[in-house]
T-cell receptor, first 113, second 115 residues
Framework: DAKTTQPPSMDCAEGRAANLPCNHS???????VYWYRQIHSQGPQYIIH???NNETNEMASLIITEDRKSSTLILPHATLRDTAVYYC??????????????FGKGITLSVRP | NAGVTQTPKFQVLKTGQSMTLQCAQD?????MSWYRQDPGMGLRLIHY???????DQGEVPNGYNVSRSTTEDFPLRLLSAAPSQTSVYFC??????????????FGSGTRLTVV
């Protein structure tokens, strides 16, 4: 059973913010929201993760709703190099046995010039 | 600091041949895992290890063996390759202790074709 739901694709203009949505209505209290991306068949790259507070790092911001049933990954100024498949994953944090990442099909973001 | 290194990058096997996909990390990560990715699909977990001497099965373990004799290395063995094992294989590692799990580091992948 899929734990997250993402639209299959979206696009945005270069230089604009890209807002990538994710639904995770069955998320458990001990599960974090992780975002990874995969650029053209390279290995996936970790972006950000959070529990219930909004998070920001040098790559992106993560906004999690108060009920934790959905989240949005924000790339504030998208560039052509951000064109990739973005995966939203929910998983417990901690020891490896409990924090296996289950990847769905993700959302394909296309950044247009 | 090389991160996660996978070898070879490309491999063609005949049905029934055996081979080992190598994965090494230099970050002293306790947790290592192998994924496969088929066209148009997400990554599926094959095997994982939470430390040297400890391995366990993931979602699609059949046809694959693993061992973890050192912290650094986590090889994936195909004993008798089948065309259904044609895929891109990714190795990943991370810290496993609470408070230090800031995401997995992935290798660049091994593209395997079984004919």
């Amino acid at each position: 059973d899929a734990k997250t739901t993402q639209p299959p694709s979206m696009d945005c203009a270069e230089g604009r913010a890209a807002n990538l949505p994710c639904n995770h209505s069955t998320i458990s209290g001990n599960e974090y929201v992780y975002w990874y991306r995969q650029i053209h068949s390279q290995g996936p790259q970790y972006i950000i993760h959070g529990l219930k507070n909004n998070e920001t790092n040098e790559m992106a911001s993560l906004i999690i709703t108060e009920d934790r049933k959905s989240s949005t990954l924000i790339l504030p100024h998208a560039t052509l190099r951000d064109t990739a498949v973005y995966y939203c994953i929910v998983s417990p944090r901690g020891t490896g046995a409990n924090s296996k990442l289950t990847f769905g099909k993700g959302i394909t973001l296309s950044v247009r010039p | 600091n090389a991160g996660v290194t996978q070898t070879p990058k490309f491999q063609v096997l005949k049905t029934g041949q055996s081979m080992t996909l190598q994965c090494a990390q230099d970050m002293n990560h306790e947790y290592m895992s192998w994924y496969r990715q088929d066209p148009g699909m997400g990554l599926r977990l094959i095997h994982y290890s939470v430390g040297a001497g400890i391995t366990d099965q993931g979602e699609v373990p059949n046809g694959y063996n693993v061992s973890r004799s050192t912290t650094e290395d986590f090889p994936l063995r195909l004993l008798s390759a089948a065309p259904s094992q044609t895929s891109v294989y990714f190795c990943a590692s991370s810290y496993s202790t609470l408070g230090a799990n800031y995401g997995y580091t992935f290798g660049s992948g091994t593209r395997l074709t079984v004919v």
